[in-house]
């Protein structure tokens, strides 16, 4: 009798430890999910490309008062145009495209937002690529394509 | 007889421990459960203030329409919008509380539009006064801007806002 019950009780930790297992795994992997760097689109910032590719710059292509969008100033970089008055199109696109990261974007400990990732791309070339902030949470990206003699990837990631 | 009542009641015990314990592990499964589903629905309306904003950037009294070049979208005219601000016959046209338009960049000096400091100003208060709590969304903010009697257009980043008051409506 005393043996029966002793065996029941071990029964009953053995289920006990092997629910709590199960349970451990299943809270693992949810915390996982959620902590990772999980990307998720995130329409907010493909409104943010799509207005930063249509900002007009002040780099003036040919002639003057031919001011050039952000868009045409990434396709001017990849042709190594140069804008009038003699400034190379990618220094222009680089520091322009720089101040309006920084403008806008105000990331840090006390801020909604801890970090950015911003980069215009091809397969072959980078055209500009900027980090602020931390970038070792999860984050919201979008992005856009300019087509070009390739195709330009134009990204933005913003961590939380 | 008194030993399989003692078993029966043993088995019992251990029946209603099992279900209490698999009913306190099924309420914690759920709460985790649904603390996602209350973010997700968080997500969702957020995703749909945002569209909202982007239907009224989109909408002909906003849009660049063919303007500035080829068709944009989430594109603002911000002359038409001078205009439109001046009128008060859109007022319960939108549905919101309120409307604005800021300039993010550059950045401007904080003072809101007039016929009489347009466009050195950064904030176009399109409809209403409502102060309460805004959601936006970014746009492209474009006008024709004139140097040496050369006429040129002028696409800066800024942002659409409307009061929250009216996003449920």
């Known amino acids: ?160 | 007889m008194v030993k399989g009542q003692i078993k029966i009641q043993q088995m019992a015990f251990m029946l209603v421990a099992l279900v209490l314990f698999f009913i306190l592990v099924g309420l914690f499964v759920l709460g985790i459960s649904f603390n996602g589903l209350k973010k997700t629905a968080v997500s969702l309306e957020n995703e749909n203030v945002l569209l909202l904003l982007t239907r009224i950037a989109n909408s002909p009294e906003f849009a660049c329409g063919e303007s500035f070049g080829n068709r944009r979208t989430s594109c603002i005219d911000l002359d038409k919008i001078m205009v439109l601000a001046s009128s008060r016959e859109y007022e319960n046209f939108w549905g919101v509380g309120a409307i604005k338009i800021r300039t993010v960049y550059p950045p401007e000096k904080e003072e809101v539009c007039s016929f009489s400091n347009y466009p050195n100003c950064n904030i176009i208060e399109v409809y209403g006064t409502d102060e309460g709590e805004f959601q936006s969304n970014f746009v492209s903010l474009c006008r024709k801007e004139v140097i040496n009697e050369e006429s040129f257009d002028k696409c800066v980043l800024g942002k659409i806002m409307i009061s929250s008051g009216g996003v449920n409506e």
């Open chain 1, 1 to 160: 009798m005393n043996k029966e019950g002793q065996e029941e009780i071990i029964g009953f930790a053995v289920i006990i430890v092997l629910v709590s297992i199960i349970l451990l795994i299943f809270l693992g992997v949810y915390l996982r999910t959620d902590s990772s760097t999980e990307e998720i689109q995130n329409y907010e910032i493909d409104s943010f490309i799509q207005g930063f590719l249509q900002y007009t710059s002040d780099c003036e292509s040919e002639y003057e008062g031919n001011f050039v969008s952000m868009q045409d100033l990434i396709l001017m970089c990849e042709e190594l145009k140069v804008c009038v008055g003699g400034e190379s199109s990618c220094n222009k696109l680089k520091n322009l495209g720089e101040g309006i990261i920084q403008g806008v974007w105000f990331v840090g400990e006390t801020n909604e937002y801890r970090g950015v990732d911003f980069r215009v791309e091809s397969e072959k070339k980078v055209f500009l690529e900027m980090s602020l902030g931390d970038k070792s949470n999860s984050y919201e990206s979008s992005t856009n394509f300019v087509k070009g003699n390739e195709v330009i990837r134009v990204n933005l990631k913003r961590f939380r």
